[in-house]
């Protein structure tokens, strides 16, 4: 079956560096999404990237995803306490029927920012 | 947030019962997943529902069965709780989309230990 891998596991880091986090299918994906959990919460969408290739901003957030529609990242500028939490990607099935709207989750990211 | 909720939001039980969670949204939403996190392993799909009394397995449904009469709920139940199913269990909704997996809006999730 499809597979996600997202890595780093953990990544620490001091309040104003950079922080980025990759994700790779083993399968072509329909689209990705991004997600992030607060410690304590539930996961909360972020974005999703559809068009391959395609490239996104938020503020200081900036999603990718590969050309191949295999590979995606999301990179954090100048880290805040604020972005503490886990970051997970998750891929759309590209197949079609009853797997239509399943999404595979990577294993996420803990980011921990030191202020 | 999505009007999402899950019954009981902590349950502590013995191995050999039955456990039965609750999820009910108010969106009117397609779909509904159950996934479980776990350290290490990010979200896993345990099984999810593309309409009522429409379901699917996920990649860890074993020892979990569902059920979705209605629109607003959907039931994970476990047939003889062991330990290995302790965990923090999610629901999710999605609406469908033409694209892929429409993003999906998390309940707050339910705490349950297996003694």
């Known amino acids: 079956g499809q597979q996600v891998m997202q890595i780093p596991q953990y990544q620490h880091v001091q309040e104003g560096e950079d922080f980025t986090t990759y994700c790779n299918s083993s399968t072509t994906l329909s689209n990705i999404q991004w997600y992030k959990q607060r410690p304590g919460g539930h996961p909360v969408f972020l974005i999703q990237?559809?068009?391959?290739?395609e490239v996104k901003k938020q503020k200081r957030l900036t999603f990718q995803f590969g050309e191949a529609k295999k590979n995606s990242s999301l990179h954090i500028t100048a880290t805040q306490t604020t972005d503490v939490g886990t970051y997970f990607c998750?891929?759309?099935?590209?197949?079609?029927?009853?797997?239509?709207?399943?999404?595979?989750f990577g294993q996420g990211t803990i980011l921990t920012v030191h202020p | 947030d999505a009007g999402i909720t899950q019954s009981p939001r902590h349950k502590v039980t013995e191995t050999g019962t039955p456990v039965t969670l609750r999820c009910h949204q108010t969106e009117n939403h397609r779909y509904m997943y159950w996934y479980r996190q776990d350290p290490g392993h990010g979200l896993r799909l345990i099984h999810y529902s593309y309409g009522v009394k429409d379901t699917d397995k996920g990649e860890v449904s074993d020892g979990y069965s569902v059920s979705r009469s209605k629109t607003e709920d959907f039931l994970l139940t476990l047939e003889s709780a062991t330990s290995s199913q302790t965990s923090v269990y999610f629901c999710?909704?999605?609406?469908?989309?033409?694209?892929?997996?429409?993003?999906?809006?998390f309940g707050p999730g339910t705490r349950l230990t297996v003694l």
């Open positions: 998750a891929g759309g099935a590209n197949a079609g029927g009853t797997s239509y709207g399943k999404l595979t």
């Open positions: 990237l559809v068009k391959s290739g």
């Open positions: 999710a909704i999605s609406e469908a989309s033409r694209g892929g997996p429409a993003e999906q809006f």
